[in-house]
């Protein structure tokens, strides 16, 4: 059972084998010039990717919908989601962002002018600071609780989802609020309503998730197919991205304050909680130089890999140091430390700019 709610660590191959995800890099050579992320194996899996390559090849409309659950404050892990749409945005595809208010309110209790406020002060500024274009004539983000179009294709599409499918695929409990047990028709109507007339018409969709977030796809994945002679939607697509890894080595969560670096933090925080993550160095310095660090076990080196070293040869040059025991943590540290502290000076002046442009999106 995956839980979209939970914050378990998932076995990413076990995954691909129980639920039929496809190896992202099969496609790899068919995209022109791939985003970081799937070149370097972050973006591990897909599901009929292929649409939206062909799309891409040929210059035909594809959207992208991604939500924001403004349930706590965003991480330095979120940031790959806003890398691979502002990707998306280059090439030319309609971006939808709903803001997961509902979910927000039914699943962990947040109200909704609480949600509102997070999705303006932390996802709405950060994700304008990280360079995604709210000002593209294809950008549409909205509250689910405000979305009319949404809501209505909700309630449509729950005609042919009955409560027991819904109990396999999310194991909900007789104790489980029927708010939350609704919220995933809201989340299929989110992925599927780029696709109605007024919007176009049906057109390749994906969804860019994290490994946890698939009963959300398989489920609407069913749907479209239910759906297919009514609004003749073309079943979306999805790619799945490793989750980066906390500072503690757990999954990086916001509801741990200890495992994350939060985009907000300023650089002198940023740059101490860098040093204080785990790292894939053995327990001397004699061993380390002798038999090689292990950097597949870095969170230091999953920060690289990530976020902070754009060039492939370079970042082959870290993790080759590394295996072979010429650069020691503490140096690896330092280094990503320098590399934390100019990238949140940065982000912090460019979300000064941005507060004002994001308290507007949403009025």
């Known amino acids: 059972m995956i839980d979209p709610w939970s914050s378990a660590i998932i076995d990413y191959e076990k995954l691909r084998e129980q639920f039929g995800i496809k190896p992202f890099a099969d496609l790899l050579d068919d995209i022109e010039e791939p985003h970081p992320l799937m070149r370097r194996g972050v973006i591990f899996g897909h ?19 991604t939500g924001m659950m403004p349930s706590g404050k965003m991480h330095i892990g979120h940031k790959m989601v806003v890398d691979q749409l502002i990707w998306y945005q280059k090439k030319g595809a309609e971006i939808y962002i709903p803001i997961a208010d509902m979910e927000s309110y039914s699943a962990r209790g947040v109200d909704f002018e609480t949600s509102r406020k997070l999705a303006v002060e932390e996802y709405i500024t950060n994700y304008i600071a990280l360079g995604l274009d709210f000002e593209d004539k294809d950008f549409h983000i909205y509250l689910q609780s405000e979305n009319k179009v949404v809501e209505d294709l909700a309630y449509k599409l729950a005609k042919k989802v ?46 860019p998730v994290g490994p946890d977030q698939d009963p959300h796809i398989r489920l609407t994945r069913d749907i479209a197919e239910r759906f297919k002679s009514t609004y003749h939607f073309i079943s979306p697509s999805s790619t799945y991205h490793r989750f980066i890894t906390g500072l503690t080595g757990d999954k990086m969560s916001s509801s741990k304050p200890k495992t994350a670096i939060f985009l907000s933090d300023s650089p002198e925080v940023a740059v101490k909680k860098l040093k204080t993550a785990k790292t894939g160095g053995k327990e001397t310095l004699e061993e380390q130089k002798e038999t090689g660090g292990v950097p597949e076990e870095c969170v230091v080196y999953e920060m690289l890999l990530y976020h902070l070293t754009p060039d492939d040869k370079e970042l082959k040059e870290i993790y080759r140091d590394c ?19 100019k990238f949140f000076q940065k982000l912090s002046l460019k979300r000064e700019k941005a507060r004002d442009m994001a308290e507007s999106i949403l009025s």
């Open 323 to 341: 295996r072979e025991g010429n650069i020691m943590c503490g140096q690896c540290k330092q280094d990503a430390a320098e590399l934390v502290e």
């Open 162 to 207: 009955n409560l027991s499918e819904l109990k396999a695929i999310y194991g909900f409990s007789n104790s489980t609020n029927l708010a939350h047990v609704y919220v995933p028709l809201i989340q299929v109507a989110d992925i599927l309503h780029p696709q109605l007339e007024e919007f176009g018409g049906p057109k390749p969709t994906v969804v």
């Open 47 to 65: 599901r009929d990717y292929g649409r939206i390559v062909k799309a891409m090849r040929e210059g035909n409309s594809f959207a992208v919908v």
